[in-house]
């Protein structure tokens, strides 16, 4: 599977161990940048080729943005048709649940972009949130699909 990635300057060692662990379990990886740090680039420059590459084979590819609270790079990445980035919070409330929420942004909504919050999440959970994410397929289920079908019909 094809995995872009990008993130700004808050993002940026961590998308580094990130990539590491992806290329190192077989995934094919497009780095989006940055590729140094500058504390005034703007995640948008980063955010934006990610989502345009899964907008264009929204089943095809993965996208993952990185940031330093993951929410801005979720909501620019949303604006996109056929992107659904789903935000990780991370062990600040609660690693399980937040796992779990992981799992279900998968599982009931098919998210294609996984948004991080560098300042708020470890390496470790970071790239545990990647591998969960990765591994959870989508169930496929009627309702899912049905509701997922409206998301993409206000975008025509």
């Known amino acids: 599977m094809k995995i872009f990635i990008g993130t700004d300057h808050a993002g940026l060692a961590q998308k580094e161990k990130i990539i590491e662990y992806l290329r190192e379990n ?4 497009i780095d989006q940048g940055a590729q140094e740090y500058d504390e005034n680039d703007d995640y948008p420059d980063y955010v934006i080729p990610v989502a345009r590459e899964v907008s264009r084979n929204p089943q095809g590819v993965r996208g993952i943005i990185l ?11 949303n604006r996109f048709p056929h992107v ?7 062990s600040r409330i ?3 649940s937040s796992i779990t929420n992981l799992e279900v942004s998968r599982q009931h909504n098919d998210a294609n972009i996984l948004a991080i919050g560098s300042r708020f999440v470890t390496d470790d ?4 949130a990647v591998r969960v994410w990765l591994d959870t397929p989508f169930s496929n289920g009627e309702r899912h699909k049905r509701r997922l079908g409206k998301i993409e019909r206000a975008h025509e």
């Open 26 to 29: 077989g995934y094919e990886v």
């Open 67 to 77: 940031g330093g609270s993951g929410q801005g790079e979720a909501m620019c990445a």
């Open 84 to 90: 659904r980035a789903a935000l990780f919070y991370g």
């Open 94 to 96: 609660s690693l399980t």
């Open 125 to 128: 959970e970071a790239v545990q």
